[in-house]
Nanobody, 118 residues
Framework: VQPVESGGDLVHPGGSLRLSCAAS????????MSWARQPPGKGLEWVSS???????YYADSVKGRFTISRDNAANTVYLQMNSLKPEDTAVYYC?????????????WGQGTQVTVSS
């Protein structure tokens, strides 16, 4: 099982990016899929999640600017990021929470760099 992120780039403040998380070995529609980020010199922080029932959740810092979605046919989760700010600069990680019986397994991707700078 391996989530693979892509789409990170250098973007100007106010710009947009779309991150992708392609998940092999699991089904995104039946998993809890999340994005987290690690700003330079800081700890990991949760950004957004989408659950198997389709419900979505966002950190206050990104609410109204970021949108999480999934394409079941492509087995891919996306994070559309609009109105980007310098404080959004971070390595963004995709996480998959897969429940099997009473156990839940966490899988992390390798991360993709997002830099917001003029």
């Amino acid at each position: 099982v391996q989530p693979v992120e892509s789409g990170g780039d250098l973007v100007h403040p106010g710009g947009s990016l779309r991150l992708s998380c392609a998940a092999s070995g699991l089904t995104v529609s039946s998993s809890a899929m999340s994005w987290a980020r690690q700003p330079p010199g800081k700890g990991l922080e949760w950004v957004s999640s989408i659950y198997s029932d389709g419900n979505t959740y966002y950190a206050d810092s990104v609410k109204g600017r970021f949108t999480i979605s999934r394409d079941n046919a492509a087995n891919t989760v996306y994070l559309q990021m609009n109105s980007l700010k310098p404080e959004d600069t971070a390595v963004y990680y995709c996480n998959a929470g897969v429940t099997e019986g009473i156990l839940t397994y966490d899988y992390w991707g390798q991360g993709t760099q997002v830099t917001v700078s003029s």
